[in-house]
């Protein structure tokens, strides 16, 4: 893949010049093309750079299932542990018998308290955030009162259905295991130990030099506005760390190079575990795409001036990520990079 193809792949994406954050593919000798558009504080025109750090919403679920098949390398937790035995605490009308497993793969059927399946998921969203105002979000603990009086999708491993209740479970079985906060035991060994230097789960109201702000453009007027009261000032389990282009490249190669997890529980971390469709599966915290001989490990996130992916053609040894700090839809360009990548695979 080279340097022009890579940048007339962006270039047809952006055509229209609005996109806000970091661009950057990478292979084995180095980066291959990288951009930096638009700013990470709009009213004082502080420019994005490469090195910028962005919040990455749902990526964070990457981190989780590290973290999660981390501690089942220590003992301290099995995949087939029950999340009741987890926690052993309340869970209302969560079932007791969902396994750790199916939260890692999102066949738990734990009712999500931010459904992406239902017809009216925005307003729902909208009104758990009025319920719920986002400056109250710092523990996972706060998260299990919008999720546990609610009624089961569907029994335990039945289907793939996408579960941010699941992930917040797992957080909480991840502090209950560690002794510690589900961030701290991340940054202690995952972040750190990668040396991922612009990595952190950063306060909504304390962000770092660098780290940009989201934003959403406003229906009625047409303004930016920031993305501070539509996301918990904390981010957690299910979503909302910080990182940049430059320290998920050095995610991907601590993953292969056996850095974070035995080989064994890296080949489970990747391998397919549940089937969401024809070419794509899920792992135990990150997505597979599989066409012939052609296979992609990914991590998305979107939410509220926020839009990433992170992606590794293992065939071509290439790493691609995108961070927006509005809401461009980079997955499209993710499947417009997918595409040359292989072509030129197979040339």
């Known amino acids: 893949m080279t340097s022009e193809k890579t940048e007339s792949v962006f270039n047809a994406w952006n055509s229209g010049g609005d996109f806000s954050g970091a661009f950057c593919v990478s292979g084995p000798d180095g980066v291959i093309f990288r951009q930096a558009r638009g700013y990470r504080n709009m009213p004082e025109m502080l420019p994005n750079l490469h090195d910028t750090a962005f919040g990455i919403a749902s990526g964070a679920k990457m981190f989780t299932g590290l973290a999660a098949c981390r501690l089942i390398d220590e003992k301290k937790l099995a995949l087939d542990d029950k999340i009741c035995d987890a926690l052993k605490r309340d869970l209302g009308r969560i079932d007791k018998g969902a396994t750790i497993f199916q939260l890692l793969t999102h066949t738990s059927g734990v009712g999500d308290y931010i459904d992406e399946e239902a017809e ?12 719920y105002p986002a400056h109250l979000w710092e523990s996972l603990e706060y998260y299990l009162q919008m999720i546990s009086p609610l009624p089961m999708k569907f029994e335990p491993g039945a289907r793939f259905c996408y579960s941010n209740s699941g992930y917040v479970l797992l957080g909480l079985a991840i502090e209950a295991a560690s002794g510690v906060s589900y961030q701290r035991f991340v940054h202690e060994n995952i972040i750190a130990p990668c040396g991922l230097e612009r990595t952190g789960f950063y306060r909504a109201d304390s962000l770092p030099a660098n780290a940009a702000r989201g934003y959403m453009r406003d229906d009625e007027t047409g303004e930016w506005r920031s993305n501070v009261f539509s996301l918990p000032i904390l981010g957690g389990s299910d979503g909302g760390i910080f990182t940049c282009a430059d320290d998920l490249r050095k995610l991907w190669a601590a993953i292969f190079s056996g850095k974070i997890l035995s080989p064994e529980m890296t080949e489970a971390f990747l391998k397919p575990q549940a089937r969401i469709d024809e070419d794509e599966s899920y792992g135990l915290g990150v997505y597979r795409h599989e066409k012939g001989d052609d296979l992609l490990y990914f991590a998305v996130g979107g939410d509220a001036g ?39 695979d197979g040339e």
């Open 306 to 344: 926020v839009d990433f992916f992170t992606a590794y053609f293992p065939r071509a040894g290439l790493v691609a990520s995108a961070l927006g700090n509005t809401e461009k839809n980079t997955f499209s360009l993710l499947e417009e990079l997918a595409g040359a990548v292989w072509e030129a």
């Open 120 to 131: 009216d998921s925005a307003e729902r969203l909208q009104a758990l955030r009025d319920k």
